[in-house]
């Protein structure tokens, strides 16, 4: 899996170790037959295997692998984000039962909206139970809190049913304090009948689906139909219902990333260890592929086409299309898997400090390839992307646009 193997000996340490690269790397240090590695990264391999298999200092209680380790491998890396991802791959094969906690790798909150029930709800959970699943999964989100802040908001626009338990609707039973304030449709006491509970969970499930955009479609066409009719105290409070959704769908409370995970299609840009290149990093149903390298620096010349005509050199774009769809796929093994990319993504892309950039797909599922061209000539020169390039600033531009088209209808 690591792409270079020394030899290791005791006597030679210190001209092995001074052979290394002093570069960012995943690396495994490997004795006897049969024993465990010891695997992880650095952002120096040099001066971390000086620590590791240097000389001993006396009575020191740090770890030393010196006596120990026969075999280095290594793969030098050119970001964090790639670090880890290869980290991954090395523990989950080396470690098959403890590769998670070795790299505190905790899933990522999502919504669940739960259609194997008779009588769906929503709710935030951190586990995909299955690779074909009957429900739809929304997310990832930053933390639970937010996700359940998110979802409560939400759900203040419709009558889904909040409660965790299983129904058996009765006439007899009282409700909840929901049924009573006309938040639910109660069908745990036939507060409704099953085919207005199912339009009810259809209504929702667009909501999530389309990023809220089909319940400001639903208002704005209400508010029209008052306006029609000179309910103009009515079309006021459905305006203002409206900007509350339009509150909750801001780039602080709805990042761009968050959407129905078996949708989540993007390309992450991060920095080479070659200079020149970039690595691109495709992402399809929130599986993380095998990263590609791609050699910006290369000018396409002018060939000779098959009647001797020059054929005109290749744009960017089609370039890294190419690149891209040579990525070979990866199909999760298991739903742990599939959550496990996800933790992995939902981590990197959360972080206050980020390196690399990430291009997600339109509603169309189309990668943004001129954006992606100017991304990669950001982390080419180590520059932090645009204020116009961030996701808030798209999720930003998407409400600005909503308000246009509410002044054209």
Sequence with gaps: ?????????????????????????????????????????????????TRLLGEAEPGSKRL????????????????DFESAL?????????????YRERMKLRFAPLIKLNLENPYPRAYVTRRIGRL????????PFPSRAAA??????????????????????????????????????????????????????????DFLESC??????????????????????????????????????????????????????????????EPGAVMLFKV??????????????????????????KVPPRSMESRIAEALEQVAAAQPSSAA?????????KRWYYRSRRVGEIFLADERGELPLRRIVRGVGRVLKGERAEEGETAEAHRAYWLARTRQDDSKS
Excluded at 31 to 47: C, I
Excluded at 132 to 139: D, H, L, M, N, V
Excluded at 221 to 237: K, V
Excluded at 337 to 345: D, G, Q, S, T, V
């Design 1 to 49: 899996m690591l792409e270079n193997s020394i030899e290791f000996a005791a006597a030679r340490a210190s001209a092995i170790i001074a052979a290394l690269p002093a570069v960012p790397a995943v690396f495994a240090l490997r004795s006897e037959a049969g024993a465990e590695p010891y695997a992880g990264k650095s952002a120096d391999l040099r001066r971390r295997l």
């Design 64 to 79: 030393n692998l010196r006596q120990r380790c026969t075999k280095i491998e290594y793969t030098p890396t050119g970001s």
């Design 86 to 98: 290869l980290l991954y791959r090395l523990l989950r094969t080396e470690f098959p039962g403890s």
């Design 132 to 139: 074909k699943p009957r429900s739809r999964y929304y997310g």
């Design 148 to 205: 359940e802040k998110f979802l409560n908001d939400a759900l203040d626009f419709f009558k889904l049913r909040r409660c965790d338990f299983d129904l058996n609707p009765d006439p007899a039973f009282p409700g909840c304090m929901y049924s009573e304030m006309k938040m639910c449709l109660a069908p745990c006491f036939k507060g409704c009948s099953d085919d207005e509970y199912r339009a009810e969970t259809a209504r929702v499930k």
């Design 212 to 273: 809220g955009r089909s319940l400001l479609r639903e208002l704005e066409s209400e508010r029209e139909r008052q306006s029609s009719g000179l309910q103009f105290e009515a079309a006021a409070q459905t305006h203002t219902r409206a900007e509350k959704v339009r509150g909750i769908l801001g780039a602080v409370s709805l990042p761009e990333i968050v959407r129905p995970v078996d949708e989540l299609r993007a390309v992450i840009v991060q920095p080479s260890c």
């Design 284 to 309: 399809e149903r929130a599986m993380i592929h095998p990263p590609v390298k791609f050699v910006a620096a290369e000018l396409p010349v002018a060939t000779a086409g098959p009647t001797g005509r």
């Design 337 to 345: 898997e599939w959550n496990e990319h996800i933790a992995i993504l």
